[in-house]
């Protein structure tokens, strides 16, 4: 019943900026810290941004990210945001939210929203 969905993913110039959203559903939310990952086609999955729980004041990025990219979250809200700006051709992949807690280990995604990024 937990569910991770992602949103806000499309088709944006290089330059350009782009918010996606991750809504949860079904865990106590507050709880678990939040991350965004990415996968390009051909491959390895990796990190993009991560925040911690409940009050998220601490945050962390890959170096690609860093001054580009800010991770938040709204726990009234259930939801995680990942703000972008300064896109690039090369952040171009598949973006999925990732909570994950210590509590049990238990650890979610979602289905992944799309970002292209067109030169």
């Given at each position: 019943?937990?569910?991770?969905?992602?949103?806000?993913?499309?088709?944006?110039?290089?330059?350009g900026?782009?918010?996606?959203?991750?809504?949860?559903?079904?865990?106590?939310?507050?709880?678990y810290?939040?991350?965004?990952?990415?996968?390009?086609?051909?491959?390895e999955?990796?990190?993009?941004a991560?925040?911690?729980?409940?009050?998220?004041?601490?945050?962390?990025?890959?170096?690609?990210a860093k001054?580009?990219?800010?991770?938040?979250?709204?726990?009234?809200?259930?939801?995680?945001?990942?703000?972008?700006?300064?896109?690039?051709?090369?952040?171009?992949?598949?973006?999925?939210?990732?909570?994950?807690?210590?509590?049990?280990?238990?650890?979610?995604?979602?289905?992944?929203?799309?970002?292209?990024?067109s030169?």
């Open positions: 019943q937990v569910q991770l969905l992602e949103s806000g993913g499309g088709l944006v110039q290089a330059g900026s782009l918010t996606l959203s991750c809504a949860a559903s079904g865990l106590s939310f507050a709880e810290r939040l991350g965004w990952y990415r996968q390009a086609p051909g491959k999955r990796e990190f993009v991560g925040i911690h729980e409940k009050d998220g004041s601490s945050t962390f990025y890959s170096g690609s001054g580009r990219f800010t991770i938040s979250r709204d726990n009234a809200k259930n939801t995680a945001y990942l703000q972008m700006t300064s896109l690039r051709v090369e952040d171009t992949a598949v973006y999925y939210c990732n909570a994950v807690t210590r509590t049990t280990s238990a650890e979610y995604w979602g289905q992944g929203t799309q970002v292209t990024v030169s």
